[in-house]
């Protein structure tokens, strides 16, 4: 996948999680890019966990960015010191 089609699927991950996470969330473009990287780091996180099952396809691409990117929004309230819902 390009780079088009990452920042496609991350920011959909990142409307996804966000609408997941409750709490006040991080706004429109902040949900984006939360979910932009966290595409990144779950995509490097599966290739290191599970290298033989990597997801293919537009459906497994956003299943991961979306885990990706609710772990990072996880990591950032608790960095944050914001209460962690789900």
């Not at 969330?25 to 290739?47: H, K």
């Amino acid at each position: 996948m390009g780079l088009i089609g990452w920042i496609v699927v991350g920011s959909i991950a990142g409307w996804i999680a966000g609408r997941f996470m409750k709490g006040s969330g991080y706004g429109l473009f902040g949900d984006l890019a939360l979910g932009i990287v966290g595409a990144i780091v779950g995509g490097w996180l599966f290739e290191v966990v599970a290298p033989a099952a990597e997801p293919s396809g537009f459906i497994g691409s956003l299943i991961v960015a979306t885990v990706g990117a609710i772990g990072l929004i996880v990591v950032a309230r608790l960095v944050g010191h914001r209460p962690v819902r789900a």
